[in-house]
């Protein structure tokens, strides 16, 4: 602009200074020459005012440009953080739905867990003899488990597995000891239970040890079996789980009923009559050492009839629930070890007790098994793999879920 200004003093100037020369020719031409170039000049002057308007105007729509590009790019950037806050927000929202979710889910499923297992309940063990095994270790456990848990067991005097069972059934009681083999009879209704029919109001809790099947005698010249055609022999009460046994074995050996001089007495009763010579053997089916025996050979020399392998072998390919044991010489006092059979000694419980009684009966055992041994002898033969090896019928959902913690898997119904 300043440049403008300055053009446009020298083109006056330069007027002023020809209209001041001379007259004449010479001063009409000096004129016409000044009026031409002030013509120019004034042309020069205008287009400079335009080259710098348009040049202006240029700055001008260049800065609008900028400006308009500025304002787009300010604009796109709010709008690209505002859509990575309300991402960024809505991310965190769902993560936090979801953490309230899980921990709700949580919280669920431990409530419902702990529903599951509350215990606090008060059971009837139903039991054995008072000179058998199930009523000694009975009576261990059922203190046991009241000392360790807010559930009460009382053990109570059984009349064996048959009447247990069905005690259970009734619901006079609610856990009772029973030997595998006639748990399966009741399950599947067949022997003891063919003419009433299956009982599957139970569940199993778990297998603790084995029974062996001890023919008793004191009576030097029985050795065997065959030596038992004859003699008055106790084969447990009739229809009883002992009373069975009896029978496989004879029948193992060709023997019947008929051929034996037959005595339906329990444990204690077998005892006594062994002890004044009332009879000349007993079939007695408990864990060994059984308390009955144990006192017997107190007054005298017991002997224990031992089982030779084709024969014993011969009754478990028959009837799969037995198994093959020795009993030691030591037990009582015998002049050698003796081969026998045993079936397993199961506690089991009625469908309907809370699963955290139940729990609280396994778990109070088996997390304390030197306590239990300490108490009774047979709790060193416990242990978990037994426990859990019963296939033939479904164990109860709280002894499942306690094995299940400890690795081990059962079926349930």
Do not use: W
């Not at 488990?145 to 009681?173: C, R």
């Not at 089991?348 to 007790?353: E, G, H, L, T, Y």
């Not at 709790?379 to 306690?402: Q, R």
């Amino acid at each position: 602009m300043k440049k403008v200004m300055a053009f446009l003093l020298t083109a006056g100037l330069t007027l002023s200074l020809a209209a001041c020369g001379g007259s004449g020719s010479s001063g009409s031409s000096a004129a016409s020459k000044a009026s031409s170039s002030a013509s120019a000049a004034s042309s020069a002057a205008e287009s400079t005012v335009e080259e710098s308007a348009a040049s202006s105007a240029s700055e001008a729509a260049e800065s609008e440009a900028a400006e308009s590009e500025a304002a787009v790019s300010e604009a796109a950037e709010s709008e690209a953080a505002e859509s990575e806050a309300a991402v960024s927000e809505a991310a965190e929202s769902e993560a936090a739905e979801s953490e309230a979710a899980e921990s709700e889910a949580a919280e669920s499923e431990a409530a419902e867990e702990s529903t599951e297992m509350v215990g606090g309940g008060d059971l009837t063990f139903a039991t054995g003899g008072e000179s058998g095994t199930y009523y000694a270790f009975g009576t261990v456990l059922a203190q046991h488990v009241s000392d360790k848990t807010d559930t009460t067991v009382t053990a109570v005097v059984g009349n064996g597995s048959q009447a247990n069972i069905e005690d259970l059934d009734a619901g006079a009681v609610q856990l009772g000891f029973s030997q595998s083999d006639v748990m399966s009879y009741a399950y599947q209704g067949t022997n003891l239970f063919e003419d009433g029919g299956a009982i599957d109001s139970f569940s199993v809790v778990a297998a603790l040890y084995m029974e062996q099947v001890q023919i008793v005698t004191m009576n030097p010249d029985i050795k065997s079996v065959e030596d038992l055609a004859g003699k008055n022999v106790s084969i447990g009460a009739s229809g009883s789980g002992v009373y069975f046994n009896a029978l496989d074995v004879l029948g193992a050996y060709g023997l019947t009923e008929d051929d034996i001089k037959p005595q339906y007495l329990n444990f204690a009763d077998s005892a006594d009559n062994l002890k004044d010579g009332k009879i000349d053997a007993a079939f007695i089916v408990a864990g060994a050492p059984t308390t009955a025996i144990t006192d017997l050979s107190t007054g005298g020399q017991v002997y224990l009839v031992s089982l030779d392998d084709e024969h014993a072998d011969a009754l478990i390919e028959k009837s799969p629930y037995y198994s093959k044991y020795t009993i030691p010489a030591d037990v009582y006092g015998t002049p050698e070890d003796v081969t026998t059979v045993a079936v397993g000694a199961i506690v089991i419980a009625r469908d309907d007790v809370a699963d955290g009684d139940v729990y609280n009966f396994v778990s109070s055992v088996f997390e304390n098994l030197d306590e239990v041994s300490a108490a009774h002898a047979k709790g060193s033969e416990l242990s978990l793999e037994f426990a859990t090896s019963i296939t033939d019928v479904p164990y109860h959902p709280g002894a499942a879920k306690y094995f299940e913690e400890k690795g081990f898997t059962v079926s349930t119904k």
